[in-house]
């Protein structure tokens, strides 16, 4: 049996930051080409790992939009919360947000929490406040002794390797899990880890909002439970990057941040007298006849580093 399984399409009906084109088609295109490929392998199901949509309301118009996509397929779909559907990080008082009117709305979006089949056992672990925390304690224990393959869907900070030290997260390595699999929401960049007996695959986001995730190929896992094996394809459907983000002007705004630092950073490295930084900073903007908007720019940035 062939299971597909996808996480983080960050269905919405607007354009973050930085991106071009429709956002929202190209998601419902992706979305479709999951279904397809589930219809393809002849799937009972499809696995999302949360953030199915993008923030706990959206446009009615969207909600039908899915629930219509789905319901021709006639495809079920098992999904976790995620934390942006969710409302104050607690899926118990989230019963107003659109995700929780979708659940009710269809019989074919599902809440995901545990799945058995005669083959697989399939755990999950949905996002909630401080759930790293919970990890790990727990360290992704099963909950009951089985000869099946065994799978837990996780919608929380799991890394490849260490990242920011104020940032709760846990990577992988830390982790002493006794399932088979592991597959990894939330964390938007694709990574596969095998620790000790245990593989833990993350696909990478379905839906690209950031560009530091320009470069991310929107990719699906296709679970095999006879064999117990697992492959990522990609999406067709996925545009590359500059088809969906403005690289020309993401370019230009580095160099201006660069050439920006760069004037701040000469001004601390040479010698003035009289003057503070921000006065030298003024004198030479002012000969320099840069705009009054850079100008401000580069006083404010600054304040924040002789702030700190």
Not at 51 to 68: E, K, N, R
Not at 101 to 110: A, C, G, S, Y
Not at 221 to 247: C, G, H, M, P, W
Request: with cysteine; aromatic share 8%; net charge negative.
């Amino acid at each position: 049996m062939i299971i597909p399984y996808f996480t983080d399409s960050h269905i919405s009906g607007t354009n973050s930051e930085n991106r071009i084109g429709d956002y929202y088609s190209d998601s419902m295109a992706k979305l479709e080409e999951i279904l397809q490929i589930a219809k393809k392998n002849d799937s009972p199901f499809i696995l999302c790992g949360g953030d199915l949509i993008d923030s706990f309301l959206i446009s009615l118009v969207i909600c039908d939009d899915i629930i219509d996509l789905v319901e021709k397929y006639n495809i079920p779909v098992y999904t976790l919360v995620g934390n942006h559907p969710m409302l104050n990080h607690n899926w118990e008082v989230s019963k107003a947000t659109t995700l929780a009117h979708i659940f009710r709305r269809t019989d074919l979006i599902i809440k995901l929490d545990n799945l058995e089949g005669k083959d697989y056992l399939i755990d999950s672990i949905d996002y909630a406040k401080d759930i790293e925390s919970t990890i790990r304690l727990s360290q992704l224990k099963l909950k009951k002794s089985t000869k099946k393959w065994t799978v837990c869907i996780v919608h929380a900070f799991l890394t490849p390797k260490p990242f920011l030290p104020n940032v709760n997260h846990i990577p992988v390595q830390e982790l002493d899990s006794d399932y088979d699999l592991v597959l990894c929401g939330h964390y938007h960049h694709p990574f596969v880890k095998i620790i000790n007996e245990t593989i833990y695959v993350n696909p990478g986001c379905v839906g690209r909002t950031a560009i530091d995730e320009a470069n991310i190929e929107p990719s699906v896992v296709l679970l095999d439970t006879n064999l117990r094996q697992y492959k990522i394809i990609k999406l067709k459907s996925a545009k590359k990057a500059e088809e969906i983000f403005d690289l020309v002007k993401i370019e230009k705004s580095k160099q201006f941040e660069s050439s920006i630092e760069e004037f701040i950073q000469s001004l601390q490295t040479t010698q003035f007298s009289d003057l503070d930084l921000i006065g030298i900073a003024k004198q030479v903007c002012k000969k320099s006849k840069v705009s009054k908007e850079i100008e401000e720019e580069i006083l404010n940035r600054i304040t924040i580093k002789e702030s700190k």
